[in-house]
């Protein structure tokens, strides 16, 4: 019976937090839209710059780049994603902590709609 009671409290101090752990997620969501992440590829001949919310925002290809460009452009895009996927699952993570929220091993429930 008390366990349950214990319960029921725990769960009153994390519905009268919520307004704090909101704000807090809002604000660590808000600052990925300014993580930048920067892949490169084939001797440096190929760059791509990632945001934290997952969207390409600068590709520099080299003239010179003779190798399959599109196989190059592929990975060093997917590599610049999974860089800024990390590091965004670090930091939302990183603020559930602050919380005391729990959070998943790989962070990707806080990713949300990103």
């Known amino acids: 019976m008390f366990e349950g009671l214990r319960g029921m409290a725990g769960m009153a101090s994390l519905m009268k937090d919520l307004p704090k752990m909101q704000k807090r997620m809002e604000e660590v969501k808000s600052s990925l839209a300014e993580l930048r992440v920067e892949a490169s590829s084939a001797g440096n001949r190929v760059r791509v710059v990632a945001s934290g919310a997952m969207e390409i925002v600068e590709l520099n290809i080299d003239s010179e780049c ?23 699952a670090r930091r939302l993570s990183e603020a559930a902590a602050e919380m005391g929220l729990p959070t998943p091993p790989d962070g990707q429930n806080l990713l949300g709609g990103i």
């Open 66 to 88: 003779d190798e399959d460009l599109s196989a190059i452009i592929r990975d060093t895009a997917n590599t610049a994603l999974k860089m800024a996927r990390q590091e965004a």
